[in-house]
Nanobody, 115 residues
Framework: QVQLVESGGGVVQPGGSLRLSCAAS????????MGWYRQVPGKQRELVAI???????VYRESVKGRFTISRDSAKNTVYLHMNSLESEDTAVYYC?????????WGQGTQVTVSS
């Protein structure tokens, strides 16, 4: 019922910045929160940041002060502004939309931080 399309990934040097975008379509009115998760091959998927429909945000400790999640309701889009990127941030980043009983995922966008 919800489709998510991520964009904005790429290769950046340590200390650099990227902005990820997630465009939502379909039955978006029931979405409670949207967020970003990331996953390294062979490891567990982990939460990066969440923003609720009320505008509240949650970040994992390692990205606090460096990443900012925001939304543009008119465009049905959520953003993740990433600054001061580190090699440990390298992963596939997935957009997530949460409803009362369902989770929806985008296909992912690769972020590589390398010198």
């Amino acid at each position: 019922q919800v489709q998510l399309v991520e964009s904005g990934g790429g290769v950046v040097q340590p200390g650099g910045s990227l902005r990820l975008s997630c465009a939502a379509s379909g039955n978006i009115f029931s979405i409670y929160a949207m967020g970003w998760y990331r996953q390294v091959p062979g490891k567990q998927r982990e939460l990066v940041a969440i923003i609720t429909s009320a505008g509240n945000t949650v970040y994992r400790e390692s990205v606090k002060g460096r990443f900012t999640i925001s939304r543009d309701s008119a465009k049905n889009t959520v953003y993740l502004h990433m600054n001061s990127l580190e090699s440990e941030d390298t992963a596939v980043y997935y957009c997530n939309a949460q409803r009362s009983h369902d989770d929806y995922w985008g296909q992912g966008t690769q972020v590589t931080v390398s010198s």
